[in-house]
């Protein structure tokens, strides 16, 4: 029974409630002496504070209980009627052990004893309320004395303290029962070293029961090689002091060893004296394992980084693995055949790596068997085995010897991981301990896949390397052996490679020397020329116009040795960027194609050609002549049927003129000698007579004439003939199902144009251009194919272009071909 419970509104009531003891029955507590000679004052002062003193002890929750020294009570105050359920007038008169059955730690006798010797007395005693209840009480208790020093009562205060006691006991129940659930082992010793307490975890962790450990020394647990440890741990104890963290090794029941963390605290009794410890001990074998785990990891991740030749890099691998991570490391690949390489074998000790060879060789892996290496390899998933019991030992071994084998190495834990790439299992990884007598966890497990997935990327890479190697050694070695000079520029238009060609046309004597000479001193080497034979514009070098913007660059160039006066060489040199993802170019690689060949066989050609027709030129002139003289004698004699052969002779006579002229005019105009005559004349008189020319030897078409440019033309009126006469004659020619054929007279701007238009077959775009090349003629496998040489348009090209002039041609395959020339009119605008 407590007073926690009553309520406010009692409490309040309780406070105005008069004394229940007169003030003639009050007791006191200081001398219990009546002086006679105290005054009056004094004697209503003391009375009063007298009166005080017995209100307070009213309103006290403790209970107070005065009796004699026979026991029996003889004051019981409102606190011990709430306690105990006794009223005063009950309670008064009885023995107080008796009234409440005080059960007293030690004897009443020894307490009694001990407060006749005037002492005071403290300490817990439990008491049984009216009701039945108990009550445990904090209670004080001391002896008041008359004058001559005879025991007058017995003074006793109360507490009820059943509350905190209840609490008290939960606590510690609460904390015996964290102390049996904790994972940490937690261990109490005496300070000689006695174990006095051993948690459930310390019989987890150590391997001995709590009744075999209490009672034991402490080395129980000590391995022999760190019995010192005690010595220090004690010495700091008896000093008071803790120790946090303390990392060392402890031995099991078994002999293992085991990593902890020791926390010790020393153990103190109620005067505060040292009597012992508490340990706290923590596994961190697995901590350990952890962070062994992570420095094997990031060291063999520098190992894969470092190198490229991963079948190296394995071997490093497992020898690290060895001893640290496992007894035992193999790794596995697997070959082109679909058989499985035996990799690496790693062992701490070479000579059981031999054996294992050897064993190898007579044990090869089985790729038909569902377990183990071939399995891994064939499922691309890691197979995991913490406990290698000996039931798996006798399914894996093929015979009883190899069984044997097994059981010796005494494999007990194991894990296979395979090496993915692509989401191919090519190789696998095995992690075997034996006689560390360890067994792999969760942690390992990761550990290894992370490695696993390390060392696959790592293949990837070295397999990546090795092809783009190899691929880049071939190609190295096919564009050393290309005829054709290769060059790479970066965007600094420095080179950066160059075939054995490149060097060999570049006059160096090696690669190397060509990349060591900057481009400018290479190129001083030579007088370089265009395809007219002009000095060749810088600006015009295909590589730089492939920097300055162009897809691709094409230009045929001479190179003439500054010492000899002929070109040399002659090429052929192309030039295409290298673009980066953004389209930016970031090299420029460049084909010098040698057509010196070509050329000499070119200027052969057109020097046969010039030769030719000049030897042509006099025979058919003196044949001209004498078709003349001829004519005129027929004519006299009257033969008409002679002349009209005459005539027939007459006219190819003078397409065999024209043939030889254009030939001439050709080998003229390669080496830049056409000679022209300069006059002023009327353009439209010269179209006038031209029109009448052609129109006269064709029969099939009209030649229609529009409109007219009034204009004088400074130039040569001949060569400007030929122009419109090869104009109009591809206009009849090249439209057979045709029969008109328009042309155009008129301004625009300062210039006069001439355009003759024709409704014949047409030109397909591509060839729009080439059409005015040398000896370039359309041809189309459907189409029948005319007759004539492909020089008529580059002849008449060139002569428009020395008159300042130019021509164009607008036509689309199947409709007809216009061709205008348009020439610049005389300053004056007539
Ligand atoms: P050719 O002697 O072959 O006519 P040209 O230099 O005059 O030589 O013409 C070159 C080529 O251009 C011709 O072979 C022909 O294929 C094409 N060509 C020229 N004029 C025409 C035209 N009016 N219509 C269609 N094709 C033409």
Redesign the pocket.
């Known amino acids: 029974m407590t007073t926690e419970g009553k309520t406010k509104l009692e409490k309040v009531q309780r406070m105005s409630t008069p004394p229940l003891f007169s003030d003639e029955t009050k007791p006191t507590f200081d001398k219990p002496v009546l002086e006679r000679e105290q005054s009056e004052e004094e004697t209503r002062l003391r009375a009063q504070t007298a009166q005080i003193q017995a209100q307070l002890i009213e309103l006290a929750h403790d209970a107070i209980i005065v009796r004699d020294p026979s026991s029996a009570i003889i004051y019981w105050n409102r606190g011990a009627e709430e306690l105990y359920g006794w009223t005063a007038q009950e309670a008064i008169g009885q023995i107080t052990h008796s009234l409440l059955q005080t059960r007293f730690p030690i004897s009443h006798e020894v307490v009694d004893a001990l407060l006749k010797t005037g002492q005071q007395w403290e300490g817990e005693l439990i008491h049984t309320c009216k009701d039945g209840s108990q009550v445990i009480v904090e209670s004080r208790q001391v002896v008041t004395r008359d004058a001559r020093n005879s025991p007058t009562a017995i003074l006793e205060i109360n507490r009820d303290i059943t509350g905190r006691k209840q609490q008290e006991q939960k606590n510690s129940l609460l904390l015996a029962a964290i102390v049996e659930t904790s994972d940490d082992a937690i261990i109490s010793k005496t300070l000689d070293s006695i174990i006095t307490s051993w948690n459930l975890a310390a019989e987890r962790m150590f391997g001995y029961t709590s009744q075999e450990a209490v009672g034991q020394h402490i080395f129980l647990i000590i391995p022999p090689e760190r019995r010192a440890e005690e010595d220090m741990i004690l010495s700091k104890l008896r000093n008071g002091e803790h120790i946090d963290h303390f990392e060392t090794v402890r031995m099991r029941k078994d002999g293992t060893r085991i990593d902890i963390s020791l926390s010790i605290s020393p153990l103190k009794n109620k005067e505060g004296q040292i009597i012992g410890a508490s340990k706290i001990a923590r596994d961190i074998t697995e901590s350990k394992r952890l962070q062994q785990n992570l420095r094997f990891l990031s060291h063999a991740s520098k190992v894969l980084s470092s190198s490229l030749d991963y079948k190296m890099t394995l071997q490093t691998i497992a020898n690290l693995a060895v001893p640290h991570i496992a007894d035992w490391c193999t790794i596995n690949m697997l070959a082109e055949d679909g058989s499985i390489e035996q990799l690496v074998i790693a062992h701490a000790d070479p000579q059981k790596v031999r054996w294992a060879w050897e064993l190898n060789k007579k044990y090869p892996v089985d790729m038909k068997v569902t377990h183990g290496i071939p399995q891994v390899l064939r499922t691309g998933v890691f197979e995991f085995i913490p406990f290698i019991s000996d039931d798996m030992l006798v399914a894996a071994a093929v015979d009883a010897e190899q069984l044997a084998l097994l059981r010796n190495i005494g494999f007990t834990s194991g894990m296979t991981i395979p090496l993915v790439i692509d989401g191919k299992a090519i190789g696998a990884v095995t992690f075997a301990l034996a006689e560390s007598s360890r067994r792999y966890t969760q942690a390992d497990l990761t550990m290894a896949e992370e490695l696993a997935s390390r060392a696959s990327l790592a293949i990837q890479n070295a397999h990546l390397y090795w092809a783009v190697q190899q691929s880049r050694d071939q190609l190295d070695i096919i564009l050393h052996g290309v005829a054709d000079g290769i060059v790479v520029y970066d965007i600094h238009s420095h080179i950066i490679y160059a075939n054995e060609a490149a060097a060999q046309m570049t006059g160096s004597a090696s690669v190397q020397a060509m990349m060591e000479t900057p481009a400018t001193g290479i190129a001083a080497r030579y007088d370089i020329l265009d395809e007219s034979r002009q000095p060749f514009p810088g600006s015009q070098f295909t590589h730089r116009r492939v920097l300055a913007g162009e897809r691709e660059a094409e230009a045929v160039m001479g190179y003439k040795k500054r010492t000899t006066d002929q070109p040399e060489r002659w090429s052929l040199v192309k030039s295409r960027p290298v673009l980066n993802e953004r389209g930016e170019v970031t090299l420029v690689v460049t084909i010098v194609h040698d057509i010196t060949e070509r050329v000499l066989a070119e200027q052969r050609k057109d020097e046969f050609i010039s030769m030719t027709s000049h030897e042509l030129k006099t025979p058919v002139t003196s044949l001209k002549g004498f078709t003349h003289v001829l004519q005129r004698r027929l004519a006299k004699q009257g033969d008409q049927q002679g002349l009209h052969y005459l005539s027939r002779i007459d006219a190819q006579l003078n397409k065999l003129t024209k043939l030889i002229t254009d030939l001439l005019d050709i080998s003229r105009m390669q080496v830049g000698k056409l000679a022209f005559q300069i006059e002023t004349f009327d353009l439209d008189a010269l179209i006038a007579e031209t029109i009448e020319n052609v129109q006269a030897a064709t029969t099939t078409h009209s030649i229609l004439l529009e409109g007219k440019t009034d204009a004088h033309i400074v130039g040569d009126k001949d060569r400007l003939g030929q122009v419109f006469i090869?104009l109009l004659t591809?206009?009849v020619?090249?439209s057979p199902h045709a029969d008109k054929v328009l042309v155009q007279l008129f301004r625009e701007q300062n210039q006069a144009i001439v355009s003759v238009q024709?409704f014949?077959?047409?030109?397909n775009e591509a060839h729009h251009q080439k059409?005015f090349e040398r000896f370039?003629?359309?041809t189309d496998p459907e189409e029948r194919t005319?007759p004539?040489?492909?020089?008529?348009?580059?002849i008449s090209r060139e002569i428009v272009e020395r008159h300042s002039g130019r021509i164009a041609i607008e036509s689309r395959k199947g409709e007809g071909?216009t061709?205008s020339v348009a020439l610049p009119l005389l300053q004056g605008g007539q």
Do not use: P
């Open positions: 090869n591809n206009a020619k090249y024709d014949g077959i047409g030109i059409v370039y003629q359309v005319y004539g040489l492909g020089i008529g348009l580059y071909a061709f």
